[in-house]
């Protein structure tokens, strides 16, 4: 008895406190998973070279350049990443998390390239490589492109499923990646056409 009347109020306490701090995590992890993606301007170069390194430094092989080759780039080189073509950057709270980059093709404009897809491993799996995709998408088709154009590694299944999942499809054509030897598929999209 004497330890129903002290421990009931006790355990109420402590569900009470069991629940705030749940509310906390998940307050928490919902600010985590909030995302936004802008596009770089001039500025934003030492942010695109800060995340292309991560990006080639955690998956050296879904890109055909090297750490060494993005890591000499001098600050004229990454704007030329800003215009005439395009990168979008994504960010969680206030922090770089990703990047794509796009630029019509020079001897096709009807043709956009998708290129340099990254997200922080952190942030995948919840819709943020999809938004980045779309970015680019609405780009092409904002500067008149009716296709968009992509190369991604045959074994990389979860870059291919998101893809896919954008209205992207394989067209048969494949090479191979200079510097790993791994074959690499072409994708396509139309620009005005992709899946939301
Ligand atoms: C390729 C890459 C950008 C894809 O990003 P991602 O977050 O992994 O991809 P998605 O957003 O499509 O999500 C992947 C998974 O989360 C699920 N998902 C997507 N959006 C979701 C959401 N809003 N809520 C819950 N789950 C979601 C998907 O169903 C998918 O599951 P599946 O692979 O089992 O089908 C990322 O994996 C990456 O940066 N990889 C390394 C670099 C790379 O390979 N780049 C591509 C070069 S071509």
Redesign the pocket.
């Known amino acids: 008895m004497v330890f129903e009347l002290v421990s009931a109020p006790l355990q109420r306490e402590s569900h009470e406190n069991q629940r705030s701090l749940l509310q906390g995590i998940a307050k928490l992890m919902e600010s985590d998973m909030r995302f936004e993606v802008r596009r770089a301007v001039v500025g934003d170069e030492p942010v695109l070279r800060a995340l292309r390194l991560q ?1 080639l430094t ?2 050296p092989k ?2 055909s350049s090297t750490y060494e080759r993005e890591f000499a780039r001098t600050t004229e080189d990454w704007r030329r990443w800003l215009a005439p073509g395009v990168t979008f950057l994504l960010e969680a709270g206030g922090e770089p998390r ?1 990047l794509v980059a796009g630029s019509r093709d020079p001897h096709d404009f009807s043709v956009v390239h998708l290129m340099a ?3 922080h491993p952190d ?8 938004a ?1 995709v779309l970015s680019v998408r609405t780009w092409a088709a904002e500067v008149g492109a009716k296709q968009v154009r ?4 045959e074994s ?4 291919r ?2 893809y896919e ?1 954008a209205g992207f499809r394989a067209t048969g054509h494949q090479g191979v990646v200079e510097k790993t030897g791994d074959v690499e598929i072409e994708m396509i999209c139309d620009a005005s056409n992709c899946d939301k």
């Not at 992509?150 to 590694?153: D, E």
């Not at 990389?156 to 870059?159: C, D, E, T, V, Y």
């Open positions: 990006a955690d998956s879904a890109f990703g897809m990254w997200v942030l995948r799996g919840r819709g943020a490589a999809h980045l992509l190369n991604v590694v990389n299944g979860r870059a499923r998101c999942r």
